[in-house]
């Protein structure tokens, strides 16, 4: 990574024994690393990389500003500063995830001796209620944070006017313009919509479903990736008949195994799968429910007929607006930001973060962690940089699926499948016992190299809480944990990640990888 402009670091050195002064002469010091300029710092949009980077920036005493701006959705949902994770991804999903899986303890519970009434009934109304009330407290810690921090922040919408200047225009169209030295863009992504008759008017998407003013009823999602699966498995886990119409495979890039004990796991909970077929068009009837008619790769078409559709087909970079001609900052074909070195753009002193990076990957601890790194190398003298490989992350489908490191293919595909030792086991979760739930989507694999040492290159488990399970193994893993220290490790009783310690049966001896008990 390159660094910044040299001046803004010379300047940062002599500022560093100026700190140690007072806190009068560390405002001027820091205004005098900007004569050129309003701020040291701009970082268009307030999201999960664009807020961290900013604060983290403002703890080197420079001058740092912020623009977020929310365009409505076609169905006029709008929400604060925080970005996309915040408002309108991981947390509200999260809620959401676990307001399903209370559904399932309650069946479970009766079983343990709880004496829970028959027709015991979901409010949606409640958990909206519940669930926007934490993302608004969320939205007003994230201002507060920056006030206390001293970064300025606008809730206007960003676009270049040159390399170092922006225009900022407010939702009542006021503008200004701002100058900076750095510029960081971190302005994520949006759900597309398909291009057939009706989606923009009665679709909606995934930045819609967690503050629906009305019960979803009977729900159509549509796509076959995270986000998609996600939603269908806490809409059916909250009892609202779900079907999910996937045009080819789910889960792309992800362990194919894994895909489909996810997808099995699902279908076994009520959630229908519409395999093969893609939307045609969407209408409303008189009665205001919706018919989505379909179409196969013969050509053989049909209706069905819901009281929502939700797409969740992929998401575009929020890139289009921000004239990014007029800085000479270069897109990808995806529309995605370029990378030269790490975050830097083709713009030495332009940035991006997060989604909108080619090359990164769309997470949250990703933009958060890149955002943070970006700001102690361009103000903190410190020179790591952001480590993509190993990330692990989870899908919550309400059963969890979470991984770190290569699936499966990708292992063959780079080391060749005699080259791999893939050990396996499905398991029981101790509390499955007395609530007779089946264990049969339970599973865990290492795929490893296969030579004496057996470093452990993919880490795959399916189970209640697997995201959790995984985060200390994720660690293990990024430090190059092998097999044999995997198997050397004593487990933690009568637990589920145990049964990580315990994997011994390889694929290649074609043993039984099923419950044995413990
Ligand atoms: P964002 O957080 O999207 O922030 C960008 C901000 O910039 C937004 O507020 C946007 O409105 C604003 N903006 C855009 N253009 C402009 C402009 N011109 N001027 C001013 N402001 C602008 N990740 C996880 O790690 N775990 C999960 O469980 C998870 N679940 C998800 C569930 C869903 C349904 C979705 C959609 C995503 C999920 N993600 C999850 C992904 C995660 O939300 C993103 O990776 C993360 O938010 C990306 O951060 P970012 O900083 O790149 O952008
Ligand atoms: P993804 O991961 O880009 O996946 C999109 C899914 O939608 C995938 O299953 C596609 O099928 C399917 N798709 C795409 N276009 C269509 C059309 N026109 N009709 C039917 N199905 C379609 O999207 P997500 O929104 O889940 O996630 C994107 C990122 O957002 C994610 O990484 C998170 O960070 C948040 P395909 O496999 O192409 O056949």
Not at 53 to 72: G, I, N, S
Not at 206 to 222: A, E, M, N
Not at 441 to 466: E, M, V, W
Request: hydrophobic share 35%; with cysteine.
């Amino acid at each position: 990574m390159a660094l910044p402009m040299c001046g803004s670091r010379l300047l940062f050195l002599s500022c560093r024994k100026i700190h140690r002064l007072s806190p009068i002469n560390r405002t001027i010091c820091s205004q005098g690393s900007s004569d050129k300029y309003d701020y040291d710092l701009l970082v268009i949009g307030g999201g999960s990389g664009g807020l961290a980077c900013a604060k983290e920036a403002a703890q080197y005493d420079k001058k740092v500003m912020v623009l977020d701006y929310v365009d409505p959705t076609p169905k006029g949902t709008k929400w604060g500063l925080g970005g996309t994770c915040v408002n309108v991804g991981c947390i509200p999903k999260k809620l959401m995830h676990q307001a399903a899986l209370l559904g399932e303890a309650i069946d479970d519970s009766r079983k343990y001796g709880w004496q829970v009434q028959d027709d015991v009934t979901h409010s949606w109304d409640t958990l909206v209620a519940g669930v926007q009330n934490h993302v608004k407290s969320l939205n007003w810690g994230h201002r507060i944070q920056l006030k206390d921090k001293n970064v300025q922040y606008m809730n206007a919408k960003g676009s270049f006017v040159d390399n170092h200047t922006v225009k900022a225009v407010t939702a009542k169209g006021k503008e200004e313009l701002v100058t900076a030295e750095n510029i960081v863009l971190a302005t994520g992504m949006r759900p597309r919509y398909p291009k057939i008759p009706g989606a923009l008017e009665y679709g909606i998407t995934s930045d819609d479903i967690f503050s629906l003013k009305k019960p979803p009823g009977r729900t159509l999602v549509i796509g076959g990736s995270y986000v998609a699966l996600e939603c269908a498995g806490f809409l059916n886990g909250l009892g609202f008949p779900t079907s999910v119409m996937v045009r080819s495979i789910c889960l792309r890039g992800f362990d194919q195994q894994m895909a489909r004990l996810v997808t099995d796991q699902m279908q076994s909970k009520g959630v229908e799968f519409l395999w093969h077929i893609v939307p045609q068009q969407l209408e409303q009837t008189q009665d205001d429910h919706l018919t989505m008619t379909w179409m196969d790769g013969n050509g053989v078409s049909g209706h069905l007929h819901y009281d929502t559709v939700m797409f969740a087909i992929g998401r575009d970079p929020e890139t289009s607006s921000l004239n990014l001609d007029l800085a000479g900052v270069e897109l990808t074909a995806s529309g995605k930001i370029a990378s030269k070195n790490g975050e830097q753009s083709s713009v030495p002193h332009i940035y991006a973060l997060g989604d909108i990076l080619q090359g990164g990957i769309e997470l949250t601890p990703v933009a958060i962690k890149a955002g943070k790194l970006l700001a102690q190398r361009l103000f903190g003298n410190q020179t790591h940089t952001m480590d993509y490989e190993k990330v692990a992350t989870t899908v919550f489908t309400p059963l969890e699926y979470s991984c770190v490191g290569l699936s499966e293919e990708a292992a063959i595909e780079r080391h060749g499948e005699e080259n791999i030792e893939v050990y396996h086991a499905f398991y029981k979760p101790v509390e499955f016992s007395v609530a007779e739930r089946t264990a049969e989507f339970c599973y865990i694999k290492a795929i490893c190299t296969g030579d004496g040492d057996q470093r452990i290159l993919g880490l795959h488990i399916s189970g209640p809480h697997a995201g959790e399970m995984m985060q200390g193994f994720a660690a293990a893993v990024k430090c190059g944990l092998t097999y044999h220290q995997l198997a050397s490790t004593v487990g933690i009783h009568p637990t589920s990640a145990e049964e990580v310690a315990k994997l011994h049966i390889t694929k290649r001896s074609g043993l039984d990888p099923t419950v044995t008990g413990c």
